[in-house]
C-alpha cells in the first residue's frame, strides 16, 4: 500500500515555473514506478510524465517535453515534477501516481493516487 500527497501547485504568470512535488509512505516507494497526470475542467485525465523505479528511464508528453523534468529521490520518497515555460492549457490538476510494475503512459495502468494539486496559469 502506497499513500501520495501532492504539493507545490498554484497560479503562475505564463513562463513562470512550479515545482510539484509527491511524497510517498511505504517503505517500498523505490520500487514503483511513478507517473504525473493531468486533468483540466471537462477533459479526460492525461499522462504528462512517468519515471522508472530508479529513475534511469523517463518519459513524457509531447506537450511538455522541454519544458517540464521529472525525477525522483528514493531517499525521500519523493517524486518531482518541474515545469518551467508554463502557459495557459497546462492549467489543470495535478496527479502523481504509483505503479508497482514498471512504468506506463495510460492512467488505468496506475495502481495508486494522490488527491491532486491545482495548478492555474494566467495569460
Known amino acids: 500500500q502506497v499513500q501520495l500527497v501532492e504539493s507545490g501547485g498554484g497560479l503562475v504568470q505564463a513562463g513562470g515555473s512550479l515545482r510539484l512535488s509527491c511524497a510517498a509512505s511505504?517503505?517500498?516507494?523505490?520500487?514503483?514506478?511513478m507517473g504525473w497526470f493531468h486533468q483540466a475542467p471537462g477533459k479526460e485525465r492525461e499522462f504528462v510524465a512517468a519515471?522508472?523505479?530508479?529513475?534511469?528511464?523517463?518519459y513524457y508528453a509531447d506537450s511538455v517535453k522541454g519544458r517540464f523534468t521529472i525525477s525522483r529521490d528514493n531517499t525521500k520518497n519523493t517524486v518531482y515534477l518541474q515545469m518551467n515555460s508554463l502557459q495557459p492549457e497546462d492549467t489543470a490538476i495535478y496527479y502523481c501516481a504509483a505503479k508497482t510494475l514498471g512504468i506506463a503512459t495510460t492512467w488505468t495502468q496506475y495502481d495508486y493516487w494522490g488527491q491532486g494539486t491545482q495548478v492555474t496559469v494566467s495569460s
Open positions: 519515471i522508472s523505479w530508479r529513475g534511469g528511464s523517463t
Open positions: 511505504g517503505r517500498t516507494f523505490s520500487s514503483y514506478g
